[in-house]
C-alpha cells in the first residue's frame, strides 16, 4: 500500500496546484435553423444587410442564449456613433430605416419592405439626397432615382444614383444595373438589336434626359467610353453598397468574444475595444532574457470622483508553449488616479501601458487580456514569442522608436524599452513626424571573434525599390556589442512608406544576416502621441526575477534546471514565504522530500504561512512519516476548510496505519464532495464489504 500511495502522489500534488486554462478551445458551428426564434428573426431580418461575414461566423458558434444576448449587446456598441450618451443612435437609426422600409417600400412586393431592393438600400445608405420619380411616362418603364453623396468614408464613390425600375407591368421595384438591364429595358417595347446601347440611349436622350443620363453609369462624372455601360456600376450595386456596413466596423471583437466568453466576467464580455502593441524579446548584459510589451487600447475610460478621474487596470498575461502548457502567468493590478489639470494634458492622447516579465529559452505565445474594472471594458492580443539560443548566430527583430530618453533613475530595477541609460519610445504602428528622429535597435547574437573584428553593419532605407539612405559601419566602432542603437533623422524624408533594413557584414562584406521593419512618415500634427504608464520590474539578479526563470524551467518540465533557480532564488531571500514554497514544490518534483521539511517547517510553525501544512504533510508521507503527515493535512483542512485531495490523503495514511474506520470516514467525505471518484468509492466499498 505504501508503494501505491507513492506511485500517486505526483498526481496528486499536481492536482493541487494546477493553473486553470485561460482560453477554450475551437468552437462548434450551429446552423441557423437551429436558433430560437427571437436570434433567428434577429440574424435573418433585422441585421441580415449589415452584420460581417465574420460577426455572423461567430454568432453561429456561440452555444447559449446568454452568449447570444451579449454578442448582441456587444454588436451595437461597436457600431454606437457616442458610446458615453446612454442613447445608441445607430441602433435607433437602423430600426427607424426598418420600421420606414416596412412602412413605405416595397408595397408591391410579395413580401415585407426590407426584403425589397428598394428597403435593402434604404436600410444599408439611409435617407437619399433626392429623389426623382418617372412613373407615368408613356413609353419608359416606371423608374426612380436616388441620389447619394458624401459617403466616400464607407468606400462609396462621392456622388453615385440608385436606380430602381419596374421590369414587369405592375410587378416591383427592382434595382436597375446598367451592364445587366442596360437602357433598352427601361424602354416598353424596345425591338432593337439588345446590344446597340447607342440606339436606346438616344431614345431615352429624347424622351426624358434625367433617366438616360444614369442608365450607362450610376457614378456621378463618370465617362462611358463609347456610350458602353460602366462596370463600375455594376460593382457599385453587386459588391461595394452590400459591404458598405462593414466599412466602420472593425469586427474584431467578436473574435475576441468568443475566445474569452469563459473567462471574462459577464459585464465585461461585451464591452471589447480594439487596441495596438508591441511584443520584443531583448537580452540584458547578464544574459537574460526579458519581454518587453506594450499596449495601446483605443480608449481609457474614467470614472469620476469629486475632482478625482480614477480607473482600476487588471492585467492578465499567460506564455504558452506549442503544446498549450502554461509555462508563466500573471496579474497585475493597477490603481490609476489623476486630477482635473492632468486630465486636460493627456484627455486628447492615447493610453500606452508598458511592462515587461524574465523567460526562458523557446517558443510561446502570449495572451494577455486588460480590463478596466471601472467601466467594465477589456482589450486582449496574442503575440508569438521567440527567445534564442544565444549560441547560434542570428538577429533580433528591429525595434523602431520616436523618442529617446536619458533614464538612469532606479538602476536596480529594469524598466520596459530601457537599456542602460537609455529608454526608447516604441509606437506599435511605427508612424512617425517629419521632424522626429528614428531610434533603430536590435540585437546580434552568436558573433565570431572573426565578425567582431572584421564584421560592418549596413543600415539602408527604401522608398519602395528606391535606396534613399545607406550607412556602413564596423563592429569593432561599437564600444559594446550587446545591442546596437542608430539613430537617423527624418527632416528632410517626406510622407510616405518606408522600410528601414539592417544587413550583417562578413569581412568581404558579403550579407551574412539582415533584417527589416516598415515604417511611415506622416504630416506634422496628424499622429497624436501616448501618455506612458510604465512599470518597473526587477533586476535579472533579483530573487523575483530569479524565481520566475526557475517556475518557467519547472512548468517546461526540466525538474532540475528549475530546482537550481528556486534555490537560488530562496537562498537570496530565505525569509520570503513565496520563494520558500516554489522551492519546496521542485524539492516535490525531485522526490526531495525530507529537504521539503527541512524548508517548509520553519514557515509552517510561523502564523499566517499555513499553505506549508499541506506540502509538509505530503513529504511526510512520502517519507512514510504517516502520523505527521495527518496532523498537518487535518491543520490544513482546519484553516483552509475541506478539500478533496487533501481528505484522499488522510485517507491513504490512516488506511497504511491500520486505522480503516479513519480512512473510511476520511474517503466518505470526500466521495460527498465529489462522487465521480471512482477509484476511491471502490476503496470505500472494499472497506464496507470488509466490516
Not at 202 to 222: F, R, Y
Not at 348 to 361: C, G, I, N, R, W
Not at 541 to 550: H, M, R
Not at 651 to 671: M, P, R
Amino acid at each position: 500500500m505504501k508503494n501505491m500511495i507513492r506511485k500517486r502522489l505526483p498526481f496528486l500534488f499536481m492536482s493541487l496546484f494546477l493553473i486553470p486554462p485561460l482560453f477554450s478551445g475551437a468552437q462548434k458551428t450551429k446552423s441557423i435553423n437551429d436558433l430560437e426564434l427571437q436570434f433567428r428573426k434577429w440574424l435573418q431580418e433585422e441585421v441580415v444587410y449589415i452584420i460581417t461575414p465574420k460577426e455572423k461566423e461567430v454568432f453561429l458558434q456561440l452555444e447559449s442564449d446568454r452568449e447570444r444576448n451579449l454578442f448582441i449587446e456587444a454588436f451595437w456598441k461597436q457600431r454606437d456613433s457616442d458610446p458615453e450618451t446612454p442613447k445608441n443612435e445607430f441602433k435607433e437609426e437602423h430600426y427607424r430605416r426598418i420600421n420606414y422600409a416596412n412602412q413605405y417600400l416595397g408595397k408591391d412586393s410579395p413580401g415585407p419592405g426590407w426584403r425589397s431592393d428598394m428597403g435593402r438600400v434604404y436600410i444599408i445608405l439611409g435617407e437619399p439626397k433626392s429623389i426623382d420619380k418617372f412613373e407615368n411616362i408613356t413609353e419608359v418603364r416606371p423608374t426612380i432615382i436616388w441620389f447619394y453623396e458624401g459617403m466616400a468614408d464607407y468606400g462609396l464613390p462621392s456622388a453615385f444614383n440608385v436606380v430602381f425600375y419596374k421590369k414587369d407591368m405592375g410587378g416591383e421595384y427592382v434595382l436597375y444595373s446598367p451592364i445587366q438591364a442596360g437602357p433598352q429595358n427601361l424602354l416598353y417595347n424596345y425591338e432593337g438589336d439588345p446590344t446597340d446601347y447607342l440606339t436606346a440611349y438616344s431614345k431615352l436622350m429624347d424622351i426624358e434626359p434625367q433617366i438616360a443620363g444614369v442608365s450607362l453609369s450610376l457614378i456621378t462624372g463618370e465617362a462611358t467610353t463609347g456610350l458602353t455601360p460602366s462596370l463600375a456600376s455594376d460593382i457599385l450595386i453587386a459588391s461595394k453598397i452590400p459591404s458598405a456596413p462593414y466599412k466602420k466596423v472593425n469586427d474584431d471583437y467578436a473574435e475576441k468574444l468568443l475566445r474569452y466568453k469563459d473567462i471574462v466576467e459577464v459585464e465585461y464580455t461585451a464591452n471589447y475595444i480594439d487596441c495596438d502593441y508591441s511584443v520584443r524579446a531583448i537580452q540584458d548584459k547578464s544574459g537574460t532574457f526579458f519581454v518587453h510589451y506594450l499596449i495601446e487600447p483605443k480608449r481609457l475610460s474614467l470614472g469620476q470622483v469629486q475632482d478625482k478621474y480614477r480607473t482600476n487596470l487588471d492585467i492578465n498575461g499567460l506564455i504558452s508553449d506549442a503544446q498549450g502548457n502554461t509555462v508563466y502567468q500573471f496579474e497585475k493590478k493597477i490603481p490609476l488616479e489623476i486630477n482635473q489639470e492632468q486630465l486636460s494634458k493627456i484627455k486628447a492622447k492615447l493610453f500606452s501601458f508598458q511592462d515587461m516579465f524574465p523567460l526562458v529559452e523557446g517558443n510561446y505565445r502570449l495572451n494577455l487580456i486588460m480590463k478596466n474594472t471601472v467601466s467594465k471594458e477589456f482589450t486582449s492580443f496574442d503575440a508569438e514569442v521567440k527567445i534564442p539560443a544565444t549560441s547560434a548566430l542570428q538577429m533580433s527583430p528591429l525595434l523602431l522608436a520616436n523618442r529617446k530618453v536619458i533614464d538612469s533613475d532606479s538602476p536596480a530595477k529594469n524598466k520596459p524599452f530601457r537599456f542602460g541609460d537609455i529608454r526608447l519610445v516604441p509606437s506599435p504602428r511605427n508612424d512617425f513626424f517629419s521632424e522626429d528622429n528614428l531610434y533603430l535597435f536590435f540585437q546580434v547574437y552568436g558573433l565570431t571573434q572573426d565578425l567582431k573584428e572584421n564584421g560592418s553593419l549596413e543600415f539602408s532605407i527604401y522608398k519602395g525599390e528606391e535606396k534613399i539612405y545607406s550607412r556602413i559601419k564596423g563592429l569593432k566602432d561599437y564600444p559594446d556589442l550587446t545591442y546596437f542603437l542608430e539613430e537617423y533623422s527624418l527632416a528632410h524624408t517626406p510622407p510616405a512608406d518606408y522600410v528601414v533594413k539592417v544587413s550583417l557584414l562578413d569581412p568581404e562584406k558579403n550579407e551574412v544576416l539582415a533584417g527589416q521593419a516598415n515604417f511611415f512618415v506622416t504630416p506634422t500634427g496628424y499622429l497624436p502621441r501616448p501618455w506612458i504608464l510604465s512599470l518597473p520590474a526587477p533586476a535579472s539578479d533579483d530573487p523575483v526575477s530569479i524565481n520566475i526563470l526557475g517556475n518557467e524551467l519547472l512548468n517546461k518540465k526540466d525538474v532540475q534546471g528549475g530546482k537550481s533557480l528556486l534555490e537560488k532564488a530562496y537562498r537570496r531571500d530565505p525569509s520570503s514565504a513565496k520563494l520558500a514554497y516554489d522551492f519546496c514544490r521542485a524539492l516535490m518534483e525531485a522526490k526531495e522530500y525530507a529537504k521539503v521539511k527541512e524548508v517548509a517547517l520553519p514557515f509552517a510553525q510561523a502564523q499566517e504561512t499555513y499553505e506549508f501544512l499541506a506540502i509538509l504533510g505530503q513529504s511526510c508521507q512520502a517519507l512514510g512519516d504517516l502520523a505527521e503527515a495527518i496532523s498537518y493535512y487535518k491543520g490544513y483542512l482546519h484553516y483552509y476548510g475541506t478539500n478533496i485531495n487533501i481528505l484522499n490523503y488522510i485517507g491513504d495514511c490512516y488506511y497504511q496505519l491500520g486505522s480503516k474506520d479513519e480512512a473510511l470516514v476520511a474517503w466518505q467525505k470526500s466521495l460527498e464532495l465529489n462522487p465521480k471518484q471512482e477509484k476511491i468509492r471502490k476503496l470505500v466499498d472494499s472497506l464496507k464489504k470488509k466490516e
